[in-house]
Protein backbone atom coordinates (compact mmCIF):
# COMPACT_ATOMS: atom_id res chain seq x y z
CA UNK A 1 0.00 0.00 0.00
CA UNK A 2 1.21 3.14 -1.00
CA UNK A 3 1.30 5.62 2.42
CA UNK A 4 1.29 9.31 2.39
CA UNK A 5 3.20 11.66 4.86
CA UNK A 6 1.20 14.97 6.37
CA UNK A 7 2.77 18.01 4.43
CA UNK A 8 3.56 20.66 7.28
CA UNK A 9 2.43 24.80 6.12
CA UNK A 10 4.97 25.66 8.54
CA UNK A 11 7.72 26.81 6.24
CA UNK A 12 11.63 25.23 7.01
CA UNK A 13 13.87 28.83 6.44
CA UNK A 14 17.17 28.53 5.13
CA UNK A 15 19.85 31.58 4.76
CA UNK A 16 22.64 31.65 2.94
CA UNK A 17 25.27 33.82 3.30
CA UNK A 18 26.29 36.36 0.10
CA UNK A 19 29.35 34.61 -0.61
CA UNK A 20 28.86 34.81 -4.19
CA UNK A 21 26.29 37.40 -6.01
CA UNK A 22 23.02 37.54 -4.82
CA UNK A 23 21.45 36.29 -8.21
CA UNK A 24 23.88 33.27 -8.61
CA UNK A 25 22.98 32.34 -5.40
CA UNK A 26 19.25 32.23 -5.49
CA UNK A 27 19.31 30.60 -8.33
CA UNK A 28 21.88 28.07 -7.41
CA UNK A 29 20.04 27.37 -4.04
CA UNK A 30 16.10 26.59 -5.92
CA UNK A 31 16.75 22.87 -6.56
CA UNK A 32 18.33 22.23 -3.17
CA UNK A 33 15.90 24.04 -1.45
CA UNK A 34 13.01 21.61 -3.39
CA UNK A 35 14.83 18.67 -2.54
CA UNK A 36 15.00 19.44 1.05
CA UNK A 37 11.40 20.35 0.96
CA UNK A 38 10.25 17.01 -0.24
CA UNK A 39 12.63 15.17 1.97
CA UNK A 40 11.20 17.48 5.05
CA UNK A 41 7.98 17.50 4.31
CA UNK A 42 7.59 21.24 4.30
CA UNK A 43 7.83 24.39 2.35
CA UNK A 44 11.31 25.97 2.28
CA UNK A 45 11.57 29.69 2.10
CA UNK A 46 15.27 30.82 1.16
CA UNK A 47 16.71 34.02 3.17
CA UNK A 48 19.46 35.87 1.87
CA UNK A 49 21.55 38.90 3.29
CA UNK A 50 23.67 40.93 2.33
CA UNK A 51 26.13 40.94 5.17
CA UNK A 52 27.43 37.51 7.13
CA UNK A 53 26.33 39.74 9.99
CA UNK A 54 22.72 39.77 9.17
CA UNK A 55 22.98 35.97 9.14
CA UNK A 56 24.25 35.61 12.42
CA UNK A 57 21.64 37.64 13.70
CA UNK A 58 18.90 35.57 12.33
CA UNK A 59 21.06 32.42 13.95
CA UNK A 60 21.57 33.70 17.16
CA UNK A 61 18.05 35.14 17.61
CA UNK A 62 16.43 31.51 16.26
CA UNK A 63 14.84 33.24 13.16
CA UNK A 64 16.21 30.43 10.81
CA UNK A 65 16.17 26.50 10.90
CA UNK A 66 19.27 26.07 8.98
CA UNK A 67 21.94 28.52 7.55
CA UNK A 68 25.50 28.00 5.07
CA UNK A 69 27.81 30.49 6.30
CA UNK A 70 31.39 31.31 5.82
CA UNK A 71 34.08 30.14 8.00
CA UNK A 72 35.04 33.51 9.10
CA UNK A 73 31.72 34.00 10.44
CA UNK A 74 31.45 31.63 12.54
CA UNK A 75 34.58 32.09 14.14
CA UNK A 76 34.87 35.24 14.34
CA UNK A 77 31.05 36.08 14.67
CA UNK A 78 30.19 35.15 17.76
CA UNK A 79 28.38 31.85 16.62
CA UNK A 80 30.48 29.13 18.70
CA UNK A 81 28.10 28.49 21.58
CA UNK A 82 24.99 29.46 20.04
CA UNK A 83 24.87 27.03 16.82
CA UNK A 84 25.92 23.46 15.69
CA UNK A 85 27.95 23.24 12.63
CA UNK A 86 25.92 19.87 11.19
CA UNK A 87 27.50 19.51 7.67
CA UNK A 88 30.03 21.11 5.60
CA UNK A 89 30.61 20.54 1.73
CA UNK A 90 33.02 18.12 0.10
CA UNK A 91 34.51 19.89 -3.56
CA UNK A 92 37.19 18.14 -5.29
CA UNK A 93 37.66 15.70 -2.95
CA UNK A 94 38.53 17.99 0.01
CA UNK A 95 36.52 19.55 3.22
CA UNK A 96 38.86 22.57 3.20
CA UNK A 97 39.57 25.77 0.69
CA UNK A 98 41.78 28.82 0.65
CA UNK A 99 42.25 32.17 0.11
CA UNK A 100 43.54 33.28 -2.76
CA UNK A 101 45.03 36.88 -3.88
CA UNK A 102 44.48 37.89 -6.97
CA UNK A 103 45.64 40.54 -9.51
CA UNK A 104 44.73 41.68 -12.99
CA UNK A 105 46.31 39.83 -15.29
CA UNK A 106 46.71 42.58 -17.88
CA UNK A 107 49.08 44.11 -15.23
CA UNK A 108 52.64 43.88 -14.36
CA UNK A 109 51.28 42.63 -10.45
CA UNK A 110 52.81 39.28 -9.54
CA UNK A 111 53.07 39.92 -6.19
CA UNK A 112 51.70 41.70 -3.01
CA UNK A 113 54.57 44.00 -3.48
CA UNK A 114 53.42 45.15 -6.57
CA UNK A 115 50.29 46.36 -4.94
CA UNK A 116 51.39 49.14 -3.57
CA UNK A 117 50.06 52.43 -4.04
CA UNK A 118 46.90 50.32 -6.16
CA UNK A 119 43.13 50.20 -5.54
CA UNK A 120 42.43 46.61 -2.73
CA UNK A 121 38.99 45.07 -2.75
CA UNK A 122 37.83 43.33 0.17
CA UNK A 123 34.91 41.35 0.53
CA UNK A 124 33.60 42.03 3.91
CA UNK A 125 34.59 42.30 7.62
CA UNK A 126 33.48 39.26 9.01
CA UNK A 127 34.90 36.62 5.96
CA UNK A 128 37.77 34.14 6.57
CA UNK A 129 38.80 34.20 2.94
CA UNK A 130 38.41 38.18 2.28
CA UNK A 131 39.11 40.37 5.31
CA UNK A 132 40.45 38.29 8.39
CA UNK A 133 43.34 36.11 6.71
CA UNK A 134 44.51 38.96 4.41
CA UNK A 135 44.59 41.49 7.26
CA UNK A 136 46.45 38.91 9.66
CA UNK A 137 48.55 38.63 5.80
CA UNK A 138 49.18 41.78 5.82
CA UNK A 139 50.15 42.43 9.42
CA UNK A 140 52.51 39.66 9.73
CA UNK A 141 54.13 41.25 6.65
CA UNK A 142 54.81 44.95 8.03
CA UNK A 143 51.81 46.61 5.96
CA UNK A 144 48.87 48.63 6.84
CA UNK A 145 46.37 48.39 4.11
CA UNK A 146 45.22 51.92 4.89
CA UNK A 147 48.48 53.23 4.32
CA UNK A 148 50.04 50.81 1.50
CA UNK A 149 46.97 50.69 -0.74
CA UNK A 150 45.50 53.51 -2.84
CA UNK A 151 41.95 53.35 -1.97
CA UNK A 152 40.15 49.79 -0.22
CA UNK A 153 37.20 48.82 -1.10
CA UNK A 154 34.22 46.48 0.23
CA UNK A 155 32.26 44.42 -2.27
CA UNK A 156 30.32 42.40 0.16
CA UNK A 157 31.00 38.82 -1.92
CA UNK A 158 33.54 36.86 -3.76
CA UNK A 159 32.02 37.29 -7.22
CA UNK A 160 32.11 41.20 -6.80
CA UNK A 161 35.79 41.14 -5.57
CA UNK A 162 36.68 38.82 -8.46
CA UNK A 163 34.65 41.27 -11.51
CA UNK A 164 36.30 44.48 -9.82
CA UNK A 165 39.73 42.46 -10.60
CA UNK A 166 38.89 41.64 -13.88
CA UNK A 167 37.37 45.26 -15.02
CA UNK A 168 40.49 46.47 -13.70
CA UNK A 169 38.40 48.93 -10.57
CA UNK A 170 40.58 46.72 -8.22
CA UNK A 171 44.31 45.84 -9.01
CA UNK A 172 43.94 43.70 -6.45
CA UNK A 173 41.74 41.27 -4.06
CA UNK A 174 41.39 38.40 -1.55
CA UNK A 175 38.56 36.08 -2.38
CA UNK A 176 37.57 32.65 -1.96
CA UNK A 177 39.02 29.75 -3.75
CA UNK A 178 35.91 27.53 -4.04
CA UNK A 179 34.13 30.85 -5.86
CA UNK A 180 37.26 32.06 -7.64
CA UNK A 181 37.63 28.14 -9.05
CA UNK A 182 34.47 28.25 -9.62
CA UNK A 183 34.20 31.29 -11.65
CA UNK A 184 37.21 30.41 -13.64
CA UNK A 185 35.47 27.38 -14.89
CA UNK A 186 33.27 29.15 -16.50
CA UNK A 187 33.67 32.41 -17.02
CA UNK A 188 36.54 33.45 -19.71
CA UNK A 189 36.77 36.77 -18.03
CA UNK A 190 38.47 35.53 -14.98
CA UNK A 191 40.60 33.10 -16.93
CA UNK A 192 41.43 36.55 -19.54
CA UNK A 193 41.83 38.77 -16.72
CA UNK A 194 42.93 37.72 -13.42
CA UNK A 195 45.69 35.87 -12.00
CA UNK A 196 46.37 34.45 -8.35
CA UNK A 197 49.34 36.08 -7.24
CA UNK A 198 48.86 34.43 -3.26
CA UNK A 199 48.00 31.63 -2.17
CA UNK A 200 47.13 31.19 1.77
CA UNK A 201 46.99 28.05 3.72
CA UNK A 202 44.38 25.72 3.98
CA UNK A 203 41.30 26.01 6.16
CA UNK A 204 37.86 24.24 7.24
CA UNK A 205 35.03 24.55 5.07
CA UNK A 206 32.30 27.23 5.15
CA UNK A 207 29.65 24.92 7.63
CA UNK A 208 26.17 24.35 7.06
CA UNK A 209 25.10 25.13 10.90
CA UNK A 210 21.53 25.16 12.80
CA UNK A 211 20.51 28.00 15.45
CA UNK A 212 20.49 26.42 18.90
CA UNK A 213 16.33 26.58 19.28
CA UNK A 214 16.26 23.59 16.65
CA UNK A 215 15.67 20.59 18.41
CA UNK A 216 17.63 17.51 18.35
CA UNK A 217 15.07 15.39 16.41
CA UNK A 218 15.02 18.06 13.24
CA UNK A 219 19.07 18.49 13.48
CA UNK A 220 19.36 14.79 12.87
CA UNK A 221 17.06 14.81 10.07
CA UNK A 222 18.68 17.80 8.28
CA UNK A 223 21.94 16.14 8.46
CA UNK A 224 20.79 12.71 7.68
CA UNK A 225 18.97 14.53 4.78
CA UNK A 226 22.65 16.35 3.90
CA UNK A 227 24.68 13.21 3.79
CA UNK A 228 22.85 11.26 2.18
CA UNK A 229 22.12 13.54 -1.02
CA UNK A 230 24.83 12.18 -2.98
CA UNK A 231 23.35 8.37 -2.66
CA UNK A 232 20.59 8.79 -5.12
CA UNK A 233 20.28 10.14 -8.59
CA UNK A 234 18.36 13.48 -7.52
CA UNK A 235 20.41 14.24 -5.15
CA UNK A 236 23.93 13.59 -6.89
CA UNK A 237 22.51 15.93 -9.92
CA UNK A 238 21.52 18.98 -7.71
CA UNK A 239 24.80 18.97 -5.84
CA UNK A 240 26.86 18.20 -9.57
CA UNK A 241 25.32 21.81 -10.67
CA UNK A 242 26.56 23.25 -7.36
CA UNK A 243 29.87 21.95 -8.19
CA UNK A 244 29.66 19.97 -4.60
CA UNK A 245 30.67 15.90 -4.24
CA UNK A 246 28.71 15.68 -1.13
CA UNK A 247 28.59 16.91 2.30
CA UNK A 248 30.30 15.69 5.35
CA UNK A 249 30.31 15.40 8.88
CA UNK A 250 32.64 18.17 10.19
CA UNK A 251 35.78 18.19 12.18
CA UNK A 252 34.77 20.39 15.05
CA UNK A 253 38.06 20.79 16.22
CA UNK A 254 39.16 22.27 12.95
CA UNK A 255 37.48 25.65 13.55
CA UNK A 256 38.90 26.69 17.21
Given at each position: KTQFRLYSKKPFTFAIASMMSPVSHMS???SPSNYLSLALHRPVELIQKRTYLSVNKLLINNRVDLAYICTGAYVYGNLKNKVKIIAVPVIDGK???RAYIIAHKPSNIRSIGDLKNKVFAFTEP???TGFEYPSYLFKETGINPKKYFKR???TYNHT???KAVETGMASGASVDSIVYNYEYGRHNAAKEHTRIIFKS???PMPPLVVPGGVGKKLRRKIMHILLNMSKNSRGRM???N???DGFARPDKSKYR
Open positions: SYKVTYLSNIIFDSIPLFILELNI
